[in-house]
């Protein structure tokens, strides 16, 4: 597809998209080839509501008050262009040692080798963003050198001052520390921000690279 990015239809672009495959080892993942962008966050963040509302598909992405699919790393295709990767959630403590240790593993290996992988998508809850764990997951990514986009989840929950606040923090943050990135507040009950992501996460599958660091501003 050699659409123009700058006239794609972005909302069309993730409507089409289709579970693939789950896998729950990093053996089970397809050929390591095309292009995959990656969603990943701490359980209660947001992940799979922010994932149906980016494809219009309500039940796309699993989501629970409790670890299911999650616990897995799933697959949906979008057309020839790739495929949206859905990482386990994690933080959840009602979860055994072992299984902590698993999900801990894979999201290891799957975000230091996958060269499919163009791009993560990190979600954090806005009141509660860069915690211990989303740290962690940066010192894993950030050093391969590939974007990040941000979205600050559930930004309804705080007044526009204190988003604006928060967006600006996040992004200072990450940019000492070397990071390509978005950063764009994100509500899946208000649709905040969903234009935005679907921009910033559709222009990976083009295989684009964001030459400067940006932000979605108030």
């Known amino acids: 597809m050699n659409i123009p990015v700058e ?5 069309a672009f993730f409507q089409r ?3 693939h ?15 995959e962008v990656a969603f990943a966050g701490r359980s209660n963040a947001g992940k ?7 494809t219009q598909r309500n039940r796309l992405a699993f989501s629970s008050k409790t670890p299911g699919r ?5 697959y949906f295709s979008v057309g020839e262009e790739g495929f949206l990767v859905d990482l386990p959630g994690y933080g959840y403590a009602e979860v055994p040692k072992a299984v902590k240790l698993h999900w801990q593993r894979l999201l290891a290996d799957y975000l230091a080798t996958r ?16 915690t211990t764990l989303d740290e962690q997951l940066l010192e894993w990514f950030l050093p391969r050198q590939k974007p ?3 979205l600050l989840t559930k930004s309804d929950k705080l007044g526009r001052s204190a988003r604006a606040q928060t967006v600006r923090s996040v992004r200072q943050a990450l940019v000492e520390r070397g990071a390509t990135l978005t950063v764009i507040p994100f509500s899946s009950l208000d649709r ?7 921009q910033a996460v559709g222009k990976l599958f083009r295989e684009e690279r964001p030459d400067q660091v940006i932000s979605a501003e108030f």
């Open 7 to 11: 006239k794609t239809n972005w909302e």
């Open 17 to 19: 998209a289709q579970f």
């Open 21 to 35: 495959i789950t896998v729950d080892a990093y053996a089970g993942l397809p050929p390591d080839q095309g292009i």
């Open 48 to 54: 799979s509501s922010a994932i149906n509302v980016l």
């Open 70 to 74: 999650t616990q897995h790393i799933n």
């Open 115 to 130: 060269e499919a992988l163009k791009g993560l998508v990190l979600l954090m809850d806005i009141r509660h963003p860069l």
């Open 148 to 150: 990040v986009i941000v």
């Open 192 to 198: 905040e921000g969903l234009e935005p992501a679907r």
